[in-house]
């Protein structure tokens, strides 16, 4: 019918064949479900339009014969061939207990088609003026962009689905699975279900120089001491800053002195410092400090680690200083983006993202507690995250120790709550408190908070 092109892989006899299958029985369309067939699949625009019409017919109801889909096509028809060409169409099938082969070879030659048109981009990237670093990232977002197509799960029956999560409910009565990966803040594990969740998201969000940096730390170093594999992207602190604060946390090192220096005839400290560093062997945490990651970055950096190491968790700090795939987008569509994939990639990876957040500048020129409202730049990444944790300090710090509010703001499978944690500066160190954080509750040494640094 359609003269085509030799450049590109495909089979018309498929292709036709195909849609004449579902013309002589509408009830084969069900039999597809899994095939992961658009119109766009069909190499010859017209095969791709009688697709459409077809699949919209049953959809309505309706019938879908060489007659109805002639009438449902319109003034389109003629384009189509008409009458004769669908009947043609239906003369082409050989047997219809062969619609899923037909409906497999219009798939293969489609994702090849798209191969063939990524490379076509990649190599066309070369000639681009832009930085080669840059052309990377764009080469390799076309390249991911086809294997998130191939990625789809099929539908599970609900006593399927329950059967499989007693059996979780029973391993974990019986201890042989923890709920969750503990944080060991107990207020904040009971918060969570257990602790940190495969498949979800959680956000830590505060104003600058309120500790969320090494909170996060903190969790990571708690997560991985129960033997769960962590990655924490530190994309604002150099891995030296890094490796300071968690050895500062691991052997209650004053933080002040791994910066200035150690004399080295301070063997306690020293020995505290080979204490953290015994400790740490035995952490599986990977730490990178990178900058302006792309979420294809992000992406690639977690699966390269889950394949060599396992992964459980990852830390990102901070969403706001990631790099968008696309620079032409404004600030919220890009903040949008890389919020999306990175729900998108807990739940393909099956790990928990703790993901660090920015808040507007109103609430940092202000002693007000932040909300939901006040993420900075998009909200989605209110929509995205199953939990969101506000941190807001309460008062200057007393006795070496900051009073920290910690508000659960939304919990997708849990309450929302306040609790009380206690953050020591000089160890980068965090703990619950028994202090009174509601909101009716006096706030000692009432003023700005105290910047810690971080």
């Known amino acids: 019918m359609t003269s085509a092109s030799e450049s590109l892989p495909w089979s018309a006899e498929a292709e036709q064949a195909l849609l004449g299958c579902l013309l002589l029985d509408n009830s084969l369309v069900y039999r597809l479900a899994d095939a992961d067939l658009t119109a766009e699949a069909f190499y010859n625009a017209v095969h ?35 009458l004769t060409y669908l009947q043609e169409i239906v003369m082409s099938v050989a047997s219809t207990s062969s619609v899923r082969g037909y409906a497999a070879i219009v798939v293969e030659k489609a994702q090849r088609r798209a191969l063939i048109q990524a490379g076509d981009q990649v190599q066309a990237l070369t000639r681009e003026p832009e930085a080669p670093s840059v052309l990377l990232d764009r080469a390799q977002s076309a390249l991911m962009a086809l294997k998130r197509q191939d990625n789809r799960r099929d539908p599970v029956s609900l006593v399927d689905a329950m059967t499989v999560r007693s059996e979780r ?164 569509h890009q903040i949008e983006e890389i919020s999306r994939g990175l729900k998108t990639l807990a739940k393909e990876l099956d790990i928990c993202v703790v993901v660090l957040s920015q808040i507007n500048r109103d609430v940092t020129k202000s002693d007000r507690e932040p909300t939901l409202a006040d993420l900075k730049e998009s909200g989605a990444i209110e929509e995205d995250a199953d939990v ?67």
């Open 48 to 82: 791709g339009c009688i697709w459409s019409t077809i699949t919209a017919l049953i959809a309505a109801g309706k019938p879908a014969d060489v007659i109805t889909v002639a009438e449902a096509l319109g003034s389109e028809v003629d384009a189509c061939g008409g």
């Open 169 to 332: 409910w029973e391993d974990m009565g019986k201890g042989v699975v923890a709920p969750g990966m503990r944080t060991r803040l107990p207020g904040l594990d009971r918060c969570l279900g257990g602790g940190l969740q495969r498949g979800r998201v959680v956000v830590i969000a505060a104003r600058p120089s309120i500790g969320k940096t090494s909170l996060a730390v903190q969790v990571a170093l708690n997560v991985a001491g129960d033997a769960h594999h962590v990655l924490a992207l530190s994309q604002e602190m150099p891995r030296g800053d890094l490796v300071d604060r968690i050895t500062a946390n691991l052997g209650r090192v004053p933080l002040d002195g791994l910066i200035q220096g150690i004399a080295p005839d301070d063997h306690d400290t020293w020995g505290r410092i080979l204490e953290a560093r015994e400790t740490s062997l035995r952490l599986p945490l990977q730490i990178d400090d990178q900058p302006a990651l792309s979420l294809l970055a992000i992406r690639s950096k977690a699966q390269v680690v889950k394949a060599r190491h396992g992964l459980d968790a990852l830390v990102l700090d901070y969403l706001q200083l990631c790099a968008a795939s696309d620079r032409k987008l404004s600030r919220h």
């Open 388 to 454: 969101v944790l506000l941190l807001h300090p309460r008062g200057e710090p007393a006795e070496g120790a900051q009073v920290v509010a910690c508000i659960v703001a939304k919990n997708r499978q849990g309450e929302k709550r306040r609790i009380a944690l206690r953050f020591e500066g000089a160890y980068q160190r965090w703990a619950e408190s028994t202090a009174d954080v509601s909101p009716a509750a006096p706030t000692p040494h009432r003023g700005r908070a105290h910047d810690t640094g971080l």
